[in-house]
Structure formats: C-alpha cells, structure tokens
C-alpha cells in the first residue's frame, strides 16, 4: 500500500477509534479522559492522546506510534498508558485495544484474584478472567502483569485500576470490554444476597460453551 492508501487508512481508523472512545464514556465505562483507545493499522498504532477529552478530538488530532513507542504521526502526547498497549500489540495478533476504569470490573479486581464462573460469555474471553496485580499506571511493571494475566486470554482486570480487552477490530474490543463489565456487574450483584452464593459453571462447561462459540453468529 502506498502513502496515499496508508494515508486514508489511518484516517479512517481514527474516526472509527474516536467514535468507540466517546462510546465508552456514553456507556459508563469511562469518566472524564480515565481509559484510552487504540488501533493498529500496518505497523503504526494509532491512540487516544493523553489528557483530552473525546469529545473535542478531531480529524487533525491523529496520534500514531510505531510499535516502539516512537511518535510518527500528530503533535499530542499519547496516552500515559501505551506502554500496556504496546506490549498486548508486540505479543498478541490483537489490532485493537479498549482500556477502561469501569466501575463494575474495577470493583471486582479489588476483591478478587480472578473473576468467578458466574457466566459462559467468560469463554468470549478465552476462558476465566484473572486480576492483573496492581502496578502504578503507566509503568512496565503494569505492562508485564497485564501480560501475565492476558496470557491465553483477549481481556484481563488490573487491579485497583480497570479493565483491558483486545480483539482484531475496534468493535470486538469494545464488545468484550462491555461483556467483561457486564458480568463483573452480575457477579456483584448475586454475591451479594444475604445467605445465597451464586453458582458457578465448572471448567467443563465453560469449553463446552467455547466451542459452540467458534461456529456463533453469520456465516459469509
């Protein structure tokens, strides 16, 4: 693909990647400028700059690294967090991330090593949903627990922190980041009727659901 064709790529994927940004706040699962948006396109990674609210991100505030982390495309700072989407880009086939501060999800990684069975749509994650352990935002220490708990999964919880999912577009990523709080919100809320526990899909189950998940949806 040339530069022209490159060009027109990127700019596609940036509208695309604003419009799944204020998607997550519309939805509740980003306050303010908290969580971040990115999208791959060839070897450039196109990201939510830091510090700016969605709402005011425009056609010439494209924000591109490559996969170094070294600033190719636009004047604003990426976000503080591109080090965890760097690091899911340079281990995974992922071309698109979703990180958010979802209440729900944040919630339970503050209770819990890893999310209960509580519903077979973990198996669209790759099976039980593990809690990253908490690092400072920004740093690699995060990026390497983050890749721990990623590890034969497309979404994790940080502790203390939020979310991260990843697909191979930004609607899938998006879709398992809003599956992932949707369950945390589930989890919650039947653990805590006095005197009853929820109960929990075996391993079992869960693979049962994963492949009946492989054949889901329209065939082409």
Same mark, same amino acid.
Request: net charge negative; charged share 20%; proline share 5%.
């Given at each position: 693909?040339?530069?022209?064709g490159a060009?027109?790529?990127?700019d596609?994927?940036?509208?695309e990647?604003?419009?799944?940004?204020?998607r997550?706040?519309?939805?509740?699962l980003?306050?303010g400028?908290?969580g971040?948006v990115?999208?791959?396109?060839?070897?450039?990674?196109?990201?939510?700059?830091s510090?700016?609210?969605?709402?005011?991100?425009?056609?010439?505030?494209?924000?591109g690294?490559?996969?170094?982390?070294h600033?190719?495309?636009?004047?604003?700072v990426p976000?503080?967090?591109?080090?965890?989407?760097l690091?899911v880009?340079?281990?995974t086939?992922?071309?698109a991330?979703?990180?958010t501060h979802?209440?729900?999800a944040t919630?339970?990684?503050?209770?819990?090593?890893?999310?209960?069975?509580?519903?077979?749509?973990?198996?669209?994650?790759g099976?039980?949903?593990?809690?990253?352990?908490?690092?400072?935002?920004?740093?690699?220490? =995060?990026? $390497?627990?983050? +890749?721990?708990a990623?590890?034969? /999964?497309?979404?994790?919880?940080? !502790?203390?922190h939020g979310t991260?999912?990843?697909?191979?577009?930004?609607?899938?990523?998006?879709?398992r980041t809003a599956?992932?709080?949707?369950m945390?919100?589930?989890?919650?809320?039947?653990s805590?009727v006095p005197?009853?526990?929820?109960?929990? =899909?075996? $391993?079992?189950? +869960?693979?049962?659901v994963?492949? /009946?998940?492989?054949?889901?949806? !329209?065939?082409?």
């Open positions: 693909m040339g530069e022209g060009a027109v790529e990127q596609r994927a940036w509208v990647l604003v419009a799944v940004a204020r997550t706040v519309a939805d509740g980003v306050v400028t908290s971040n990115s999208v791959r396109v060839g070897d450039v990674v196109l990201v939510t700059p510090g700016v609210p969605y709402d005011r991100l425009t056609p010439d505030d494209l924000t690294v490559d996969l170094t982390g600033q190719v495309l636009g004047t604003l976000t503080s967090e591109l080090p965890m989407h690091a880009y340079r281990t086939d992922a071309r991330i979703v990180h979802a209440v729900h919630a339970v990684s503050t209770l819990v090593p890893e999310l209960p069975l509580v519903h077979y749509m973990a198996a669209a994650l099976g039980p949903v593990r809690v990253a352990p908490y690092a400072p935002y920004g740093t690699d220490e =995060l990026a $390497e627990n983050m +890749l721990r990623l590890e034969g /999964r497309s979404g994790c919880l940080l !502790q203390n991260i999912t990843y697909g191979t577009t930004l609607d899938q990523a998006y879709d599956q992932l709080e949707w945390c919100r589930l989890w919650l809320t039947a805590s005197g009853l526990t929820p109960s929990l =899909l075996t $391993e079992t189950q +869960l693979a049962e994963g492949e /009946r998940l492989r054949g889901y949806g !329209q065939r082409k």
